[in-house]
């Protein structure tokens, strides 16, 4: 495990760390520590811009290769510059789903003419991306989708209903997955369909949370349509491109969302000291046990990226999700505990901490529930039987 950056390294997170201090200035140093989880509906305007601003400086996309506008960085230069951006207390990033999944799906996946289309305006901060996946009756189960794509001539008309679907409000395209073969068996005949979002057809609701954010919408399409050569990868053939996706999902945001994570415990040490919770032997022991299990899934993530970096794929990979949400979760209660009575009351002094609480309850839900993080760990990492 290389737990060590090389000189060159070192100089790539300095050029980092300067842009990020000159730039998260003026007009966009209202944007600091806003866009994160729990926030994704935050400033979005203003991080649209920051995120033409980053592309101003080759900042985005920095891992794609050279030849789709990326910089081609080695892999453990992307973890510096998540680390970098997260210690800059930059904001949540508004190109995230283009840049983290769209992008990289086309890459590896899409024709010429769309990754031409798609790829220089996701570089460029100009054009936004939401992921229709989720319904009703396909969460975790997500083979299940139901909402339908039939081809009309030279274009398909897509009919269904999306859920938990991220800034559906304000992008200008979903990728959208589609039953297009409803005789096929169940993980067949899906297709992976790019739907401009701007047209008659689709009504986008967004879903006001107990926070009081409004970051996910649901998405009815009635008749949308998109042009034929919309499809990713092969018709029908729209699960493997899925899980691709899905893949890129587990990337090398790992380690810079760490150092917010950090930020979140530091702030809960913080107010144990200011309510006296850090003379109570249960919330100091608590408190370690919170520190000793940010470090394992540091060292963990170290373990897993050093392996790839490689070319290796290492089992370890498939605990990541399920630890770092159940931890969150926690860090969650915790810091209930330590606020005591103040906890019950949203008076604004620590709303960080009452979103905290409120949000990391749905770590274990989204992008995967634990449980069924649990059937991954035993089937593909463990080789047990269904």
Not at 56 to 70: F, K, L, Q, S
Not at 299 to 328: C, D, F, M
Request: net charge negative.
């Amino acid at each position: 495990m290389n737990l060590s950056f090389s000189p060159e390294d070192e100089a790539f997170r300095e050029e980092a760390r300067t842009w990020l201090s000159e730039h998260l200035a003026g007009p966009f140093e209202i944007l600091k520590g806003r866009g994160g989880m729990g926030d994704m509906d935050g400033e979005i305007e203003g991080r649209k811009q920051w995120e033409q601003e980053l592309a101003r400086g080759g900042w985005t996309c920095i891992g794609w290769p050279t030849e789709h506008g990326g910089r081609g960085v080695s892999l453990f230069q992307e973890v510096i510059f998540r680390e970098e951006y997260a210690r800059a207390g930059a904001p949540g990033r508004a190109g995230l789903i283009g840049e983290g999944l769209l992008g990289p799906t086309l890459i590896h996946f899409g024709s010429q003419s769309q990754q031409e289309r798609f790829l220089p305006r996701i570089v460029t901060g100009t054009e936004y991306w939401c992921q229709g996946y989720s319904e009703p009756d396909a969460g975790s189960d997500l083979a299940s989708v139901r909402t339908r794509a039939v081809q009309d001539g030279n274009e398909w008309v897509i009919s269904g209903q999306k859920v938990w679907t991220s800034l559906a409000d304000t992008s200008d395209w979903c990728f959208v997955l589609c039953r297009t073969d409803p005789e096929a068996p169940k993980h067949k005949g899906i297709s992976y369909l790019l739907v401009p979002m701007d047209q008659p057809g689709i009504e986008v609701v967004p879903i006001r949370q107990m926070t009081g954010r409004a970051e996910f919408a649901e998405v009815f399409f009635d008749g949308a349509r998109t042009a034929a050569d919309m499809v990713v990868g092969p018709i029908h053939g729209g699960w493997k491109v899925a899980m691709g996706t899905l893949t890129f999902e587990r990337g090398t945001s790992t380690l810079g969302q760490q150092l917010a994570f950090v930020r979140e415990f530091d702030r809960i040490c913080e107010v144990a000291q200011e309510t006296g919770a850090d003379k109570e032997p249960l919330i100091r022991d608590r408190i370690a046990e919170m520190w000793m299990r940010l470090q394992v899934i540091r060292l963990n993530s170290l373990r897993i990226l050093s392996a790839q970096s490689v070319g290796a794929q290492p089992r370890e990979a498939y605990i990541t999700k399920l630890y770092w949400a159940t931890w969150h979760r926690d860090l969650g209660e915790l810091a209930m505990d330590v606020l005591g009575s103040a906890s019950a009351v949203t008076d604004g002094r620590y709303q960080d901490l009452h979103g905290l609480f409120l949000w990391s309850r749905a770590d274990t839900i989204y992008a995967g529930t634990n449980q069924i993080q649990r059937n991954l760990i035993a089937q593909r990492a463990l080789g047990l039987p269904r």
